[in-house]
Structure formats: structure tokens, C-alpha cells
């Protein structure tokens, strides 16, 4: 598994959570989900800081993303399946074969200014068509709370 995604491996001590939750983007436990969670419960700070979390058991059957779905967790739990692991993605966007604010960031290049609107805009997207525009400036432009404003990065 870690050669098929270039990972590194931590093996299992005391503050290993800790040390991963500071420098990594993403974990894979090979845990149980309740050695996890309460492993990495006193840890979560924020969906946009904390790290990505899956879970596998250690049959390597199923894998979980547990924290960071739409932040490189679902992701990763796809690239897993090519080892023939089952996927178990509860992401509403996902389960429903639909996109969401950070998909159409990370697709476009673009980083997310006003986080909040994401919640909206992604249950906007479960049940209708939710338009995407470019704008290129100069421009002013006036949105509300349930818009989400992409800013493409600087290469």
C-alpha cells in the first residue's frame, strides 16, 4: 500500500497521531475506527487544517474516510480501491455522484476565499445544477453568503 500511493510508513507509539496530525497531509490508520477516534479526537481542530483520515482494517477490505473527505480523504480511499479494498465514502456530494466547491477548486487550481459558503453551495449542488462562472477582471464583485468565491493561485 504505501509504495502504491509513495507513502511513508509510522509504525505504532505513544504520540503517533500527534507527530502525524503536525506533518503530514494525510494518514491511513491501520486501526480499528474506535482506536482512531479517540486517538485523533483531542487533535481536530479545523476541516480545512486537519489532515486527511482513513481508516483501514487490518484484512486491508475496507477503507474510510474519516476526516478530510473532500479535502484529498476520498480521494486517496479511491486510489486504495485500485488494490481492491472496499470503499466506504459517505460524502453526500459523492454518494451522489456529484461535485462539490473543493472538487471544483482543486480541479480548476483555485483556492476557496470564503469557506463558509461551502456548505451551502454543496448542498445546492445534491439538488439542482449550481452554475460555475469565471470572472476575469478588473471587476467588482458582489456575492452572497451562499456563493462560493474560487481564486485561481499563482503559479
Known amino acids: 500500500m504505501a509504495d502504491h500511493l509513495g507513502a511513508d510508513i509510522l ?13 503530514y497531509h494525510s494518514i491511513i490508520a491501520l486501526f480499528a475506527t474506535g482506536i482512531v477516534v479517540r486517538e485523533i479526537a483531542p487533535l481536530i481542530t479545523d476541516k480545512w487544517e ?9 484484512n486491508l477490505n475496507f477503507a474510510i474516510p474519516l476526516l478530510g473527505g473532500h479535502h484529498g480523504a476520498n480521494e486517496i480511499v479511491r486510489r486504495l480501491c485500485e488494490l481492491g479494498c472496499i470503499p466506504v465514502i ?18 480548476l487550481g483555485c483556492e476557496i476565499i470564503n469557506r463558509d459558503s461551502t456548505r ?3 448542498c445546492a449542488f445534491l439538488d439542482q445544477d449550481v452554475e460555475v462562472l469565471e470572472i476575469s477582471g478588473p471587476r467588482v464583485v458582489i456575492v452572497d453568503d451562499d456563493v462560493s468565491v ?4 499563482k503559479e
Open 11 to 23: 509504525v505504532y507509539k505513544k504520540g503517533i497521531f500527534r507527530s502525524a496530525f503536525e506533518n
Open 50 to 58: 486537519d489532515p486527511a483520515v482513513i481508516v483501514m482494517d487490518s
Open 90 to 107: 459517505t460524502t453526500a456530494t459523492e454518494v451522489h455522484g456529484k461535485q462539490s466547491v473543493e472538487g471544483v477548486a482543486r480541479a
Open 120 to 122: 451551502a453551495v454543496n
Open 150 to 153: 474560487l481564486k485561481r493561485r
